[in-house]
């Protein structure tokens, strides 16, 4: 066998007996990640839920009249105290007793009746959730009685429904191809990749080549009749497959919270309701390939380059920066399509663009790291060249 | 066996700026003899020992071990010597089995002959109860058997020590002497770095002092008493580097 791939199936056996590697591509994007996302979901729905039932205690001043206006409170969830002064209820207010104020114009049955517009003016403390949670019930249930009155005047002058609404526009959705989550996954999906790649290629690269030299282990293997190039083509190799592998699991991680409908919540009403074909997951695994292979090169590069791991580690803080800035691109939504591509997934041509993106920009790294310099073959403890 | 002419070895310091860990050794190690670099920390035991075993390129001069040129047949001398160092660690995830099968492997070993080595081995070695652990979790001294082991699966006709029994208790570098003196008996080459007095005087055939990089002298133990005039290995070891013992 080429001792390149002596090398490669050791370390590939090194790597898999690593628990630290086989938790973070592994169990972590397979069962961690979908879990976290899920136990969010369910308690932001669970909020959303109770903040519907939740009985808000609002102050009312209605000097005069106003009964149907808080009757239609009492009927939406909320515990209406009546008080007769502005300042009390205030004071009410500031206190926290109650989320808000509504002060009832002493004319506000009379101008209802008369077909005028009763003023109702509220107040709230912005910096209360609450208090603007009650300003935006409040909102909804004047708006409904303000909805009602408009009928009644309108019949009590024999004028049908229609006479305020002219045109009527209605929507309808329609199951695609491409539903609506699918838009929030091509967002989230290459960031999530991008970022897995890399760093789920780090531990494994800076022990395979700095841990050794820190060992004291690389001496013996310079001492075999493997040469350096087949040496740094093994532990590449082995660096690239990691490299290859966080990013798939970190990718079917995400498919797999998408698929709960609690977690899907978080980022779109349209839970659940995606599809990535075959296809498309086809051509993410080959894109990647150029991406892990350029991550991984730079990773040995670094690696070979290190004395030891905690040098390699603070090589490793500013090129982090490198790696992150490009793929928070793919947070910003996909407007141009940089080529006819065919749409069957907007994930692939979403991904597809960013990581034609992030390769490019960085492209001019790719030719050393595979093919380690003279110095970097110093590095590896030889100096000898064309070798 | 092995030959040394003129070799030197330049380092870049950015600091120190060059380094000279060699400078002009040249030695005979022949087949069979046990040839000791006996030097203090520093020396440039360690450099020659890595320059001889292709590890690191010499700056100027020229060596041959086994009939191979250092500089143009790196990968021959590489197959054809052993390297164990005191501080010799190995792959703490894989059992002492797959390391061997590894460098046995790397060593070109066919699949049949390299089996039957690690048969030979681990009965030679006494690793039967450890041979399939996981080697984190062997002592040090099975930890140095098996790098024995791993130093001689291909039966090298030379073998490079590097202050092999560094740290060890005295049972396991009592393996490690037997070991050498059973190497000699198989007529093997070895070129044993120490700063242990007693082991050079009980191993070593002759004795090159290495001192600042240059070997101030070479010759049998008592080649070297009778240059000295002194009779201890320790004081006729400060002698030849010209540090004067201490009257107190």
């Known amino acids: ?387 | 066996m092995v030959t040394a002419s003129g070799l030197s070895k330049i380092f870049s310091d950015r600091k120190r700026g060059q380094v000279v860990a060699l400078e002009e050794v040249s030695f005979e190690a022949r087949p069979g003899e046990v040839f000791g670099i006996l030097g203090v920390n520093g020396a440039g035991k360690t450099t020659l020992l890595r320059v001889l075993g292709t590890i690191l390129a010499p700056s100027a001069g020229d060596a041959t071990v086994a009939g191979y040129n250092v500089r143009t047949q790196p990968q021959e001398v590489r197959q054809h010597i052993g390297y164990l160092t005191g501080s010799t660690a190995l792959y703490g995830r894989l059992t002492a089995r797959e390391i061997l099968h590894y460098f046995g492997t790397l060593y070109g070993l066919s699949r049949e002959h390299l089996c039957r080595r690690v048969d030979e081995l681990v009965e030679t070695l006494r690793m039967q109860d450890f041979i399939d652990g996981r080697c984190d979790r062997l002592s040090t001294g099975q930890q140095q058997r098996v790098s024995i082991a791993r130093s001689i699966l291909h039966n090298p006709p030379v073998m490079f020590m590097d202050e092999p029994t560094a740290g060890l208790d005295v049972v396991t570098s009592r393996t490690i002497m037997q070991f050498i003196d059973d190497s000699r008996r198989r007529g093997h080459t070895i070129l044993f770095s120490t700063h242990i007095m007693s082991e050079a005087e009980r191993l070593c055939d002759r004795i090159a002092v290495i001192h600042r990089g240059r070997i101030v002298a070479i010759g049998t133990l008592d080649e070297l008493r009778t240059r000295t005039g002194e009779r201890a290995l320790e004081l006729v070891f400060l002698s030849l580097i010209g540090e004067k013992e201490d009257p107190a």
Not at chain 1, 80 to 86: I, T
Not at chain 1, 212 to 240: D, S, Y
């Open chain 1, 1 to 387: 066998m080429n001792r390149t791939f002596v090398v490669f199936w050791k370390e590939l056996r090194e790597v898999l007996r690593d628990r630290r590697v086989l938790f973070s591509t592994i169990v972590s994007p397979l069962l961690l990640t979908p879990l976290l996302l899920w136990g969010i979901g369910l308690m932001v729905q669970q909020r959303q839920e109770s903040a519907q039932k939740v009985i808000i205690p609002v102050a009312v001043v209605a000097p005069r009249g106003g009964e149907e206006f808080i009757a239609a409170l009492e009927k939406a969830g909320f515990a209406v105290r009546r008080l007769q002064e502005r300042e009390q209820a205030e004071t009410q207010l500031r206190h926290r007793v109650v989320k808000a104020v509504v002060l009832l114009a002493a004319d506000f049955d009379q101008r209802l009746h008369n077909e005028s517009t009763a003023q109702v003016q509220v107040l709230f403390d912005p910096l209360n959730d609450s208090s603007r949670d009650a300003v935006q019930r409040l909102r909804t249930v004047s708006e409904q009685l303000s909805a009602e009155w408009v009928q009644r005047r309108l019949a009590r002058r024999f004028i049908g429904a229609e006479f305020t609404q002219p045109i009527a526009l209605t929507t309808q959705a329609i199951q695609t191809e491409n539903p609506a989550g699918n838009l929030i996954l091509s967002i989230i999906l290459p960031y999530v990749i991008v970022l897995s790649a890399f760093f789920g290629a780090v531990s494994p690269a800076f022990d395979l080549i700095a841990g050794e030299k820190e060992r004291g282990t690389m001496e013996t293997l310079l001492a075999t009749p493997a040469t350096r190039r087949q040496i740094v083509w093994g532990k590449f190799l082995t660096v690239a497959v990691v490299c290859m592998v966080a990013a798939v699991f970190a990718m079917l991680g995400m498919l797999l919270a998408f698929a709960l409908p609690a977690s899907g919540q978080i980022f779109s009403e349209q839970a659940g309701k995606f599809s990535v074909s075959s296809w498309a997951m086809g051509i993410l695994v080959v894109t990647l390939i150029p991406l892990t292979v350029f991550y991984s090169a730079v990773l040995t590069i670094i690696s070979t380059f290190a004395r030891n791991q905690k040098e390699a580690q603070t090589y490793l803080i500013p090129l982090s920066t490198l790696v992150v800035l490009p793929a928070a691109v793919s947070l910003v939504p996909a407007r141009t399509t940089f080529w006819n591509w065919p749409e069957k997934s907007r994930v692939t041509r979403s991904f597809l663009v960013k990581a034609a993106f992030i390769s490019a920009t960085l492209a001019p790294l790719t030719k050393c790291q595979v093919w380690p310099s003279r110095k970097h073959s110093d590095r590896l403890g030889s100096i000898r060249a064309g070798e």
